[in-house]
Every structure is written in C-alpha cells, then in structure tokens.
C-alpha cells in the first residue's frame, strides 16, 4: 500500500511540475520561411492570391487529393473561403479564409481548423522584388497554444514540423512558376 502511495504522489509532483512550467512557456508561436522566384513580382502574387493554385504546390493539400473541397465567394478577393474535410487525421477539416489584400504585396489568410483540433490561426504570403526578374516570396504562420497545451513546444519543434512544411509549400510553387 505504501508503494502504491508513493508512486500516485510522484505521479501528481510530476503533473504538477509540467503544470508549474508551463506557466512560464510562451502560448504563441510565428514562424516564416522564403524563396526566391525567378518571375515577375507582379506575375508570382497573381498566382499565390489565387487559392485554388494551392492544388498544384501546398503539400497539406496534395496530402489527401480526395478530401471534400468547398469554396465560397470570388478567388483572390477577400472574403474567399476555401474549405476542406478529410478522413486522413494529418489533414482534417478547416478552412482558410482571405481577410486582407495589398495588391502585388501581401495576402492575410485566418486558418480555422476544426479537425483533428479546434484552433485559429493567422498566415499571410509576401512578394518582394529582388531584381525585375526575380521575387522573393515569404510564407508565414502565427498561432497560439493555449495553456497548459503549450508544453507540447518543450517537445515538439513547431518551427521544424510547420517550417518545414513552409518551405515544401515555397520550393513547390518555385518549382511550378519556373517550369
């Protein structure tokens, strides 16, 4: 009995311990990756505001080519919103939804996603001249953790998994604007 004891005690100094740390990781996270285009800068954000064009280079929608696509209001106009709901756990259901353009420069995107769990957050594209010839596209990502989930990040690089994935995402559609 004093075993059992003694092992439910260090089980809750544990819990505790996790719970008291957590207090003191930061909840949000923002992470950018880039890539140089040798396109127009004019021609290259044409092309990103255009959702759908995320069929031909985003790795998260090539991940599952048979999930349900739904979409409301005019591509590349704010208010597009581009929905999808798969059965494969890594994609699950969301939607993306563009909230702000600056034409040539900038796209806002809010992702909602409801599988596999319930968060919001913000992505935005940028297009930068480099040379007349040459665009350097940044794609990032801003979300939040919420307590006491943002002990995940002690284990879990989100720069790495989401970067990573950024960079796919950017290497892909140089690939496709420079064919």
């Known amino acids: 009995m004093k075993i059992v004891k003694k092992i439910l005690i260090g089980i809750v100094a544990v819990i505790a311990i996790l719970l008291i740390v957590a207090l003191f990781i930061k909840k949000d996270y923002t992470i950018e990756r880039e890539v140089s285009i040798n ?18 280079y985003s790795k998260w929608v090539m991940m599952d080519p048979n999930a349900k696509m739904n979409f409301k209001g005019t591509d590349g ?38 599988r596999p769990f319930k968060s919001k957050s913000e992505a935005w594209l940028t297009t930068e001249s480099v040379t007349t010839s040459q665009t ?28 990573d994935d950024l960079q796919t995402n950017l290497n892909n559609l140089k690939g496709v604007l420079e064919k």
Request: aromatic fraction near 10%; charged fraction near 30%; charge should be positive.
């Open 136 to 163: 350097k596209v940044k794609w990032g990502f801003h979300g939040n953790m919420p307590y006491p989930f943002n002990i995940l990040q002690l284990c879990m690089s989100l720069d790495k998994m989401i970067g």
């Open 39 to 56: 396109k127009p800068k004019q021609d290259v954000f044409d092309y990103i505001k255009i959702i759908k064009n995320q069929d031909k």
């Open 77 to 114: 106009a704010v208010g597009f919103v581009s929905a999808w709901d798969s059965d494969k756990k890594d994609v699950g259901k969301g939607e993306q939804e563009i909230t702000k353009i600056a034409d040539g420069a900038r796209i806002d995107l809010d992702v909602r996603f409801e």
